[in-house]
Nanobody, 123 residues
């Protein structure tokens, strides 16, 4: 079992920046891929970004490419989502996710979820 806790959400004006953090605990010695999903108001949960346990490959949804960057610090069992040039359509609850590989996260089918953190972007 892996327990994920997100932090860093909040209210920001369009064009601003936020960095989300996700601290993992539990069976963190397992080589889980990590990532971020989000659920905009009234919409389905969608993939945002994913990163494998090791290696430099990262994956970002087309809607956030060039604006968001995922990174991780395995020594701290923490994954980050650096969000720049935020838009009102980025408003959503952002969930940290862990899975056996990045495909599970990209398919919005991770093994573990966090509770989510609200990000609101005002116009």
């Amino acid at each position: 079992q892996v327990h994920l806790v997100e932090s860093g959400g909040g209210l920001v004006q369009a064009g601003g920046s936020l960095t989300l953090s996700c601290a993992a605990s539990g069976h963190t010695n397992s080589s889980y891929a990590m990532g971020w999903l989000r659920q905009p108001p009234g919409k389905e949960r969608e993939f945002v970004a994913a990163i494998p346990w090791r290696g430099s490959n990262t994956y970002h949804a087309d809607s956030v490419k060039g604006r968001f960057t995922i990174s991780r610090d395995n020594a701290k069992n923490t994954v980050y989502l650096h969000m720049n040039s935020l838009k009102p359509e980025d408003t959503a609850v952002y969930y940290c996710a862990a899975g056996q590989n990045t495909l599970h996260i990209r398919a919005v089918n991770p093994d573990f979820w966090g509770q989510g953190t609200q990000v609101t972007v005002s116009s």
